[in-house]
């Protein structure tokens, strides 16, 4: 990733480690050319693809008004509800990236519906409930490429330490058969499919 990239992707609002981004780059630049890459954008110019950001960008259940990891600065009082596509708006533009992606703006089941496949990668990183989790999982992982990734953020194999769905889908993408595990960077999980 260029400095300047890799600035622009430090000083944006998100809970995605350093050393997990740069990883979520050199895997969307290196599968960009097996088709569109979802939710993961930096590497994905570099390799000639197209990036589809698919969120609704009302943030998930932990971003709401009093919970935990709420931000004040996305929260829009005239609709009393989260709203982070202006934010995503001025990362791309300062990022040089508008001409490399399109921005979905919807819930990931429905955008799913209208993403034809193969994807090069899928990154799932919504919803952390068991039905956002599950639902992220079945609307996207039959799109992966053959060669392709898919890539789940927010692995914790000990509950003590974060929630579950993210590594219950992890595991069920495993157990499909599938998917073969690659190593993963820090709570990165990354699957490559058959």
């Not at 997990?20 to 969307?28: I, P």
């Not at 890459?37 to 698919?54: D, E, Q, R, S």
């Not at 008004?65 to 300062?94: I, K, M, N, Q, V």
């Not at 993403?115 to 919803?127: E, K, N, Q, S, W």
Request: with cysteine; glycine share 12%; net charge negative.
């Amino acid at each position: 990733m260029d400095a300047n990239a890799h600035r622009i992707a430090l000083a944006c609002k998100g809970f995605l480690d350093d050393d997990e981004g740069l990883r979520l780059h050199d895997l969307g630049r290196e599968h960009a050319p097996l088709g569109p890459v979802v939710a993961v954008g930096a590497g994905v110019k570099a390799g000639g693809g197209l990036l589809l950001c698919v969120d609704h960008h009302r943030g998930s259940e932990e971003h709401q008004l009093g919970e935990e990891y709420h931000d004040a600065d996305l929260f829009d009082a005239r609709t009393g509800r989260l709203d982070s596509l202006p934010e995503l708006r001025r990362t791309l533009h300062a990022a040089g990236l508008e001409d490399a992606t399109v921005p979905v703006v919807a819930p990931s089941p429905v955008a799913a519906r209208i993403v034809a496949g193969p994807l090069g990668m899928v990154f799932i990183d919504g919803g952390h409930s068991d039905a956002a989790a599950h639902a992220d999982y079945e609307a996207w992982s039959g799109k992966v490429a053959t060669g392709g990734i898919l890539a789940i953020h927010d692995l914790f194999p000990d509950p003590s330490t974060g929630g579950q769905a993210p590594i219950e889908i992890y595991r069920r993408a495993l157990a499909s058969g599938l998917f073969d595990e690659l190593p993963g960077t820090k709570t990165l999980g990354v699957l490559r499919r058959r």
